[in-house]
């Protein structure tokens, strides 16, 4: 489809290959000495949580670390390697290779975390962490994770996330940090608890010993105790500074140690012996080494690109027999890097004694190469560092766009954080990609901003479309998503019948986001036939290419028009078959799955089904808020607040309301702020607090335009929660008169709209307010044509949360069936049932004494007071600590208490309990 893409060679996964040397230490020479203490080193590690290994260059940090790695895979511990370079800076790379190195050493730990990752790019990677905390405490084994100059990652929200993992550490994980400084964590806490060990320099040092062994088994050279004793002395055991006088030495007559040659050993003076090192190597060698030090790993084959030396494979094999500091990263010597010390000696003599154009122009040779290769992340920051900011930019370009596709906006949005504001401007495709980015990553404010920005520039020249046919269709499909993220559902059913109207490709992505578009728009216009059309059409998913995250998010708005239509049990089959496929392929706790997760918890609520509703809504309430769309963490958030509710836990229902509404003010989505102020309106009410209650109303009612716009789309579900909430006070304020009014126009509006769910709860109420009014008959006719429409759906919670009014009409209904014949005697009859069953504190009926006395008479004293705990909302731990048993104990109590009052669930028994608090404080059990 898009011919306007370069031909550059792109990798299966652009942009989000792992580089998979990073997953294990270079490897180390044969002849190595193993020092004698790494055993007991290696019991700190497997007694802490965390061990800290902190030391200056050339101490041996990284080859220890290889040791200790190499020692624990033969005991059969299960060990992960990652060497991190400023590179992972970003938490996604981190995670990225956090996961990547678990899953590859422990067995396929880690492995459902990196399902989430891969399948869902809207997950908090917090979220992705808790899966991984998870999996790792599944295992029941000793997992090490070794994370080798983890100082380099400066990024407090890479650190805030490591600190997380290790917060909540089962005891079966220990990880060990590696760096030339303590890391950007905050290690005291862990020190505080005594989960830290620290290895430091002096635990580094050479002793004696290991410096005898050095010489004679490693450097091969011949030299007296008392020598090597003075070699020793003068390096005070650092590793690298006996390695380099290795190199001095080597090769002179007798080896003898000479006072120049001790003088010029110590920490300060360490680029005065590199110096000397390289003094002894031909020209060429380091002329080579100068030119190959800007990268930060290197091949032949890069190396032949980058240096101009056409014998570079022979010159790295001759470096690397001559101990020259290079460590093969691969046993095939596909890769390799320089020690860090030397490496930071070069560029610093590189900086002196080249001009700044050639080395911008080693890297520019370098980008090349490696952007033909795939490997965009290093392509990237090579021509940043070349400063050839256009080239990053067209790097960038050429696959944003596929990442994007595939779901990976967590590379894109870090790589378009790197480029300059200047460099992004020019290019289409790349706003273009920014603005997928922001839309499909639920930033709808940003994205409307970056949309007008391009018709913007595209208006004034400063963008140029060439009549590409592709790109134009691109432009509107973008624009009808963002529409959609914004709630501008006319906007969205526009721009997206024009995109489809040019025809993109069938299958596409590009198509089937307008489609999204499209249906979202068209649920608001009344077009269900239509939509039933395009559902009926659409090619079933194969799942090669398309995200979870944008599968689902189609299948949500199918599932939405059902619903809003009124067919709840559609509506409830299309989220669940979603919601079992997101959970599936990007795990229960990902954002695919809490989108599904949302729309569906209001259909259960609504269908009475209190424990499923509870089993959607678990864990969830963070992603919802986070990463839901509008209508979907509308209704999550409905279904949440009504849950606290009938536990009785008003306090934190509320401060859902608030949390939920900081969320629409900063997406400027009103559909949600209307529904939680509603939902606040209800709830004072229910308490008798009319002043609060008119207060949040009065604010609401600053947010709401004086009139509906024209067409209404998506706004008339705000608007519904806001007259709802109107008639709810006019009622209350014994002004029934204004509520009718009120609700009656609602009513019409969204009879007209054939909204037949939307319609339901406004009719009720509508019903009510005549009763009020002392019009009983017109009352019966209206709550009858509910109770027609609730009884082929399963309607339950919309009458029985609108309490004793309703009730009564729905008695007198059961009374004289011929009132209203459409509706069975057996649906009132269960609706009644249901009334004295889901009895709720302050929100319904009071609670009847009658068979409250004999049923608590069934339960023992102890589960008297188990039953007394849970209605007041404690935990079985609280419940332990308060009654002084164990939680085993509670369990088995909780059990019988089920059992003799025949419920099946803690929150059964908790309504239970709360509706015969009466009961018990008139001391009738």
């Given at each position: 489809m898009r011919d306007y893409h370069s031909s550059v060679k792109t990798s299966a996964n652009p942009g989000s290959d792992l580089i998979g040397t990073k997953l294990v230490p270079p490897l180390r020479n044969d002849k190595w000495i193993v020092r004698g203490a790494v055993p007991s080193w290696l019991e700190e590690i497997l007694s802490h949580l965390l061990t800290l290994v902190v030391a200056p260059a050339g101490y041996g940090k990284t080859t220890l670390l290889a040791q200790w790695r190499e020692h624990l895979l033969q005991e059969g511990v299960?060990?992960?390697?990652?060497?991190?370079?400023?590179?992972?800076?970003?938490?996604?790379?981190f995670v990225s290779y956090l996961l990547a190195a678990l899953a590859g050493a422990s067995l396929g730990v880690g492995r459902v975390a990196q399902e989430v990752i891969r399948n869902d790019h809207l997950t908090p990677l917090k979220s992705v962490i808790s899966v991984l905390i998870n999996e790792i405490a599944d295992a029941?084994?000793?997992?090490?994770?070794?994370?080798?100059?983890?100082?380099?990652?400066?990024?407090?929200?890479?650190?805030?996330?490591?600190?997380?993992?290790?917060?909540?550490?089962?005891?079966?994980?220990?990880?060990?940090?590696?760096?030339?400084?303590?890391?950007?964590?905050?290690?005291?806490?862990?020190?505080?608890?005594?989960?830290?060990?620290?290895?430091?320099?002096?635990?580094?040092?050479?002793?004696?010993?290991?410096a005898e062994l050095f010489f004679?088994?490693?450097?091969?050279?011949?030299?007296?105790?008392?020598?090597?004793?003075?070699?020793?002395?003068?390096?005070?055991?650092?590793?690298?500074?006996?390695?380099?006088?290795?190199?001095?030495?080597?090769?002179?007559?007798?080896?003898?140690?000479?006072?120049?040659?001790?003088?010029?050993?110590?920490?300060?003076?360490?680029?005065?012996?590199?110096?000397?090192?390289?003094?002894?190597?031909?020209?060429?060698?380091?002329?080579f080494l100068l030119r190959v030090s800007v990268l930060e790993r290197v091949s032949p084959a890069l190396a032949v690109v980058t240096t101009g030396f056409d014998d570079a494979a022979k010159l790295l094999g001759w470096l690397e027999r001559r101990g020259l500091f290079l460590a093969p990263l691969s046993e095939q010597r596909e890769w390799y890097r320089f020690h860090s010390l030397l490496l930071d000696y070069l560029r610093k003599r590189l900086e002196r004694e080249m001009p700044a154009a050639e080395v911008a122009r080693l890297h520019r040779r370098a980008s090349g190469w490696l952007a033909g290769q795939g490997f965009w992340q290093e392509a990237v920051r090579h021509a940043l560092a070349a400063g050839d900011e256009d080239q990053a930019a067209r790097w960038v370009e050429n696959c944003a766009i596929d990442l994007i596709e595939r779901g990976d906006l967590r590379t894109v949005t870090a790589w378009l954080g790197r480029l300059p504001e200047q460099a992004i401007r020019s290019r289409l495709r790349l706003r273009l990609a920014q603005a997928w980015s922001y839309s499909l990553g639920l930033h709808p404010k940003e994205a409307a901003r970056t949309v007008q920005q391009i018709q913007a520039d595209l208006e004034a020249g400063i963008l140029q479309v060439q009549d590409d046919h592709a790109l134009a269709c691109e432009i509107l499909a973008v624009r009808a998503l963002t529409a959609g993220l914004t709630d501008d559902s006319p906007t969205s059913l526009r721009l997206g019948r024009e995109a489809l109207a040019m025809r993109p490709p069938h299958d596409t992505w590009v198509e089937?986001?307008?489609?999204?578009?499209?249906?979202?728009?068209?649920?608001?216009?009344?077009?269900?036939?239509?939509?039933?059309?395009?559902?009926?059409?659409?090619t079933p998913r194969d799942g090669s290419d398309e995200t979870t995250y944008a599968w689902v998010y189609q299948q949500c708005m199918f599932g939405l028009a059902a619903l809003i239509e009124?067919?709840?049990?559609?509506?409830?089959?299309?989220?669940?078959?979603?919601?079992?496929?997101?959970?599936?392929?990007?795990?229960?706790?990902?954002?695919?799955?809490?989108?599904?997760?949302?729309?569906?918890?209001?259909?259960?609520?609504?269908?009475?089904?209190?424990?499923?509703?509870?089993?959607?809504?678990?864990?969830?309430?963070?992603?919802?808020?986070?990463?839901?769309?509008?209508?979907?963490?509308?209704?999550?958030?409905?279904?949440?607040?009504?849950?606290?509710?009938?536990?009785?836990?008003?306090?934190?229902?509320?401060?859902?309301?608030?949390?939920?509404?900081?969320?629409?003010?900063?997406?400027?989505?009103?559909?949600?702020?209307?529904?939680?102020?509603?939902?606040?309106?209800?709830?004072?009410?229910?308490?008798?607090?009319?002043?609060?209650?008119?207060?949040?109303?009065?604010?609401?009612?600053?947010?709401?335009?004086?009139?509906?716009?024209?067409?209404?789309?998506?706004?008339?579900?705000?608007?519904?929660?806001?007259?709802?909430?109107?008639?709810?006070?006019?009622?209350?304020?014994?002004?029934?008169?204004?509520?009718?009014?009120?609700?009656?126009?609602?009513?019409?509006?969204?009879?007209?709209?054939?909204?037949?769910?939307?319609?339901?709860?406004?009719?009720?109420?509508?019903?009510?307010?005549?009763?009020?009014?002392?019009?009983?008959?017109?009352?019966?006719?209206?709550?009858?044509?509910?109770?027609?429409?609730?009884?082929?759906?399963?309607?339950?919670?919309?009458?029985?949360?609108?309490?004793?009014?309703?009730?009564?009409?729905?008695?007198?209904?059961?009374?004289?069936?011929?009132?209203?014949?459409?509706?069975?005697?057996?649906?009132?009859?269960?609706?009644?049932?249901?009334?004295?069953?889901?009895?709720?504190?302050?929100?319904?009926?009071?609670?009847?004494?009658?068979?409250?006395?004999?049923?608590?008479?069934?339960?023992?004293?102890?589960?008297?007071?188990?039953?007394?705990?849970?209605?007041?909302?404690?935990?079985?731990?609280?419940?332990?600590?308060?009654?002084?048993?164990?939680?085993?104990?509670?369990?088995?109590?909780?059990?019988?208490?089920?059992?003799?009052?025949?419920?099946?669930?803690?929150?059964?028994?908790?309504?239970?309990?709360?509706?015969?608090?009466?009961?018990?404080?008139?001391?009738?059990?």
């Open positions: 299960c060990t992960a390697w990652v060497s991190m370079d400023r590179d992972d800076n970003s938490l996604y790379a029941d084994r000793p997992i090490v994770l070794i994370l080798d100059d983890m100082d380099l990652l400066e990024s407090e929200p890479v650190n805030d996330l490591l600190f997380r993992l290790l917060r909540y550490a089962p005891p079966n994980l220990h990880v060990v940090i590696a760096g030339r400084a303590e890391p950007w964590l905050a290690v005291s806490y862990f020190r505080m608890h005594g989960q830290l060990a620290r290895i430091n320099v002096d635990d580094l040092r050479f002793q004696y010993e290991d004679r088994d490693v450097a091969g050279l011949s030299l007296k105790s008392e020598e090597v004793r003075q070699l020793w002395s003068a390096t005070e055991g650092w590793v690298t500074g006996l390695q380099l006088v290795s190199i001095v030495f080597r090769g002179r007559a007798g080896n003898k140690v000479s006072a120049a040659g001790l003088g010029a050993i110590s920490h300060e003076l360490s680029s005065y012996i590199t110096d000397n090192v390289l003094a002894a190597l031909p020209a060429r060698i380091v002329d089937r986001l307008a489609h999204t578009a499209l249906v979202f728009g068209l649920v608001y216009q009344r077009g269900f036939a239509e939509i039933r059309q395009i559902h009926r059409n659409l009124g067919n709840l049990i559609e509506a409830e089959s299309l989220f669940s078959h979603t919601l079992c496929r997101a959970e599936s392929e990007a795990g229960p706790v990902s954002a695919a799955a809490t989108l599904p997760a949302g729309y569906l918890s209001i259909i259960y609520y609504e269908w009475d089904d209190l424990d499923r509703v509870e089993q959607v809504l678990d864990k969830r309430d963070a992603l919802a808020l986070e990463t839901a769309a509008n209508g979907s963490a509308t209704r999550f958030s409905i279904a949440r607040i009504r849950m606290l509710t009938l536990q009785g836990k008003f306090g934190a229902a509320l401060r859902f309301i608030n949390r939920a509404g900081n969320v629409a003010r900063d997406r400027n989505w009103l559909r949600l702020l209307a529904a939680c102020q509603g939902e606040a309106v209800r709830l004072l009410l229910a308490d008798n607090a009319l002043v609060k209650a008119t207060r949040v109303f009065e604010t609401l009612k600053k947010q709401m335009p004086e009139r509906m716009p024209s067409p209404c789309g998506s706004f008339i579900e705000a608007w519904r929660s806001f007259t709802i909430a109107s008639g709810r006070l006019a009622i209350v304020r014994q002004n029934a008169n204004q509520a009718v009014v009120l609700l009656r126009s609602l009513c019409e509006e969204l009879a007209g709209l054939g909204m037949n769910y939307l319609i339901a709860t406004p009719r009720i109420l509508y019903a009510a307010a005549l009763d009020h009014c002392g019009e009983r008959e017109a009352a019966l006719r209206e709550l009858g044509s509910v109770l027609r429409y609730g009884q082929k759906y399963g309607l339950i919670r919309s009458f029985i949360d609108e309490g004793e009014s309703v009730r009564q009409l729905i008695e007198v209904l059961y009374a004289k069936p011929q009132q209203c014949p459409e509706v069975a005697n057996w649906y009132l009859e269960d609706l009644l049932k249901q009334f004295e069953r889901c009895r709720s504190v302050n929100l319904s009926v009071q609670p009847a004494a009658g068979t409250a006395v004999e049923s608590l008479q069934s339960l023992s004293k102890r589960e008297v007071d188990i039953l007394g705990c849970l209605a007041q909302g404690l935990s079985n731990k609280e419940i332990a600590r308060k009654l002084k048993l164990s939680p085993e104990t509670i369990k088995w109590h909780l059990k019988n208490v089920y059992m003799k009052l025949g419920v099946t669930s803690r929150l059964q028994a908790v309504r239970y309990a709360r509706s015969r608090a009466a009961s018990w404080r008139d001391g009738e059990g």
